[in-house]
Every structure is written in C-alpha cells, then in structure tokens.
C-alpha cells in the first residue's frame, strides 16, 4: 500500500512541474511573436509603368522619367514630369525599396522657367530616399502617406548602379520630336550616315507618329543599334503645338513636349555618354577643322577644360537653291522622298542684330536643366564656339528668302565626305528597299 501511494505522489508531483513548464514556456512563446511580426514587411505592389508619360493620379500632371541624382546636396531623385502650371501642389516621394515599401519624403517641386507660355512645362521633382532604403521605384503622393498602395503606379529609378561593365559611348545625338507625316527619308539618312562618319556612336530619337517610309528607315537603324527610338504618345494626354508660342500657335505644351523629350534624353544619357548633342533632325553639327567630333571636342577641351556646354551656330543652307552642275543628283536616290543635303551648298549669313539660335554639344553631367537653344542650370562656364571651327549644316526653307544666290556664301563642306557618305546612305536605302535604280 505505501509502494503505491509513493508512485502517486511521485505521479502527481511530475504531472505538476509538466503544467508549469509548459505554461512558462507559451507564456514566453506568445511573448515573443506580439514583439517580432512573422514573415517579411509588405512588399511594394507590382503595378509598375511601362510607359513613358504615366499621369499623376489625382492631378493635372504627368511622370516622364526618374533618375538617380545626388548632385545637389540633399536630394537623391530627379523625376521630370510635364506639370500643368496653375495646378503645381505640394507632393511627396513615395519608393519602393529592395524587400519592403518605404516611407515618404517631401518633394521640392521645379518648374522650368521656358516654357513659351503654354500650359504644360517641364518640371522637376527633387526628393531623398529615405533612411535604409535601396530604393528601386518611386511614385508621388498628394498626401504625406498613401491610404490604398496597390492602386499606385510606379516608375523605375534609372542611373542606380553604374557597373564598371557598363559600355560609355563618346557621342549620343538627342533628336526630339517627330510627329505629322514627317517623311524627310533621305536627309534623314545622309544626315544619320553624316553622324557616324563624325563619330556619333548613338542616336535617341524620340517619336509621336512619323510617315511609314521614315519610319520603315529608322526601324532598320534600330535594329543594328545606332539608333534608339522612344515611343512619345503624348497627343494621346493632351492637345500638343505643333508651335513654340502660346499666343501664337494655342495648344498644351511647346512643340509636341520638345523641352521634356531633350532634358529626358540627357539625363538618360548621363551615365553612359560622355558628350551630348541637342540638335534637330534635319541638322548637322560639323567640324570645319577637324575630321571628327572628337578630335574637335579633344582640342576644345583642351583649351576650354572647365567647360560642359559649347554653343553651336546655326547656319541655314536654303533648299530652293541647287549647286548647278547637278553632279550629286544622283538617280538611285531620285524615287526617294526628302531633300538631297548634297545638292545645296549656298549658306546664308546669319542677322546678328537679332537674336540668332544656337544647338549646343554638352557634357550630361555639367547640366541640370535644358532649353531648345540654350541651358538653363548648370556647373561651370558655356563657350560659344567660333564658326570657323563648328557650325550647324541646316539645309531647309530659306529664313531669308529675298536674298539672291550672288548673296549667299559656297559652303562645301559636306563634299569633303562624299566618297565615303553616298555609299553609306546607297546601303541604307537598299536596306529598306528604296534604292531607285543603279549608278
């Protein structure tokens, strides 16, 4: 009897000791999990913008692009956007981080200070990704904190992480805008043929809509990687002028967004080309004493070293008037729709009393903010660069029609190339099938 009242209690006290621990052990457990939350922090929502003008929720604007920039002391992000300017309100940065959404900055809003009147200008958001973040994306808020995450569109940040891989091109020409029925197809190749044989390595061109001829020719250079098209819908947002001046012309923004697409493009640039030009289609930055661009910009910056913006003349070669032995009227291109750069060589003497336009070549890094004709921000001095050295080649519609052919200058500049820039422009046509016939 004593045997087995001794096995109860040795019973009844290991029973009690088990309910003890156990009861310490999920008291500690439950402690534990209310201070540590189980699984990852949410991560951002998935609903990122492929294209490239998204609008602003809950606002009149639209995001272009977003670059990582931390030359200017506190911030870190650039977004360019296109901002209707009645309607500029306080805004914040929102980013997406590497595993987890991050918090909200404020933003320092930018609105540059060309914008010929319209509506719409190009506009700047400034802000810092916020501690303990490697941001990947960014979007902007109306509101310091965001109520409903997962109907907000993000876009990437681009310029994050420079490999020592990644290939720096020399020159990359930014080409804005084309739109209408433009159709230009053999300027566009003596012109293109014309950039690679100075040294461009790169084209961006950014495109509304163009005629399908011209369109079916920079295809075939896009797809040997000398050119880069960026698709630009933005008559689909807004009522785009085909002007540079409200009061004359009406419409949204300058120039189907013309000032956007060229501060775009250098900042797309930034990191990956050394030089930069801002030019049109139907222009030609050419050396007058150099057979390339970049023996000019060695010897400029040789003697310029502080300087990361040259302003380039522009020179207008009227189109009404042909060099009379017609030697380059030439009959594999007379099918070809556009104007024959070759066949015109008289040069009008730019009106210096008046204001006269200038294109310029840039160092991406030393600019912040771009005009058509001029930068608006930058680090370090701007030269104009004589004419006699570099000199816009701009065959079009005469500016100054009343002048007579004894009144203009010969400028054969172009025929300096002409052995090698006919048979580069002969295979660009016979690419796209629009060759005419043989020599």
């Not at 490239?52 to 670059?67: E, M, R, Y």
């Not at 501690?131 to 681009?158: G, K």
């Not at 990687?225 to 012309?249: A, C, T």
Request: some cysteine; proline content about 6%; glycine content about 4%.
């Amino acid at each position: 009897m004593e045997k087995t009242n001794y096995f109860i209690r040795k019973f009844f006290i290991i029973t009690v000791v088990a309910v003890i621990f156990l009861f310490i052990f999920n008291k500690r457990t439950t402690s534990t999990d209310k201070q540590t939350p189980r699984g990852p922090p949410p991560v951002c929502p998935s609903v990122i913008s492929d294209q490239t003008i998204t609008p602003l929720q809950n606002t009149k604007h639209f995001l272009v692009s977003a670059f990582m920039d931390q030359r200017q002391k506190g911030f870190d992000i650039r977004i360019i956007g296109m901002f209707h300017r009645d309607s500029v309100q306080k805004l914040h940065c929102l980013f997406c981080c590497v595993g987890h959404l991050g918090e909200t900055t404020p933003t320092t809003v930018l609105v540059h200070s060309d914008h010929f009147g319209f509506p719409f200008a190009t506009t700047d958001i400034m802000c810092q990704i916020p501690q303990n973040c490697t941001a990947t994306h960014v979007t902007l808020l109306t509101q310091p904190s965001a109520e409903n995450v997962s109907n907000l569109t993000w876009i990437p940040i681009r310029n994050r992480r420079i490999s020592e891989n990644t290939q720096r091109v020399n020159f990359t020409v930014c080409i804005s805008n084309l739109f209408g029925d433009y159709n230009n197809v053999l300027q566009s190749a003596q012109t293109l043929e014309m950039y690679r044989l100075l040294g461009i390595n790169r084209v961006v061109i950014y495109k509304t809509n163009c005629a399908p001829d011209l369109d079916r020719l920079l295809q075939s250079y896009t797809q040997e990687g000398f050119v880069e098209i960026v698709s630009w819908p933005i008559d689909k947002y807004m009522n785009p002028s085909r002007g540079w001046l409200f009061s004359q012309h009406g419409g949204d923004i300058h120039y189907f967004g013309q000032l956007t697409t060229l501060n775009e493009c250098i900042y797309r640039s930034m990191e990956r080309s050394r030089y930069v030009l801002l030019n049109d289609i139907d222009e030609i930055i050419m050396p007058y004493q150099h057979n390339n661009l970049m023996s000019l910009m060695d010897t400029l910056q040789q003697q310029h070293p502080n300087v990361g913006v040259f302003l380039i003349e522009n020179h207008i070669f009227p189109k009404k008037h042909f060099e009379p032995s017609g030697k380059f009227h030439l009959p594999q291109w007379s099918g070809v729709p556009g104007i024959n750069i070759l066949e015109h060589i008289y040069r009008e003497d730019p009106d210096r009393t008046i204001y006269h336009p200038h294109k310029m070549i840039v160092q991406p890094r030393m600019v912040e903010q771009t005009s058509v004709h001029q930068v608006l921000k930058y680090f370090g001095p701007e030269y104009k660069v004589p004419l006699d050295v570099c000199r816009i080649i701009h065959v079009r519609v005469a500016l100054k029609g009343f002048l007579t052919l004894e009144q203009l200058n010969v400028d054969k500049r172009l025929w300096d190339f002409q052995e090698k820039l006919i048979p580069n422009v002969d295979k660009a046509l016979k690419r796209v099938g629009m060759r005419s016939a043989e020599k």
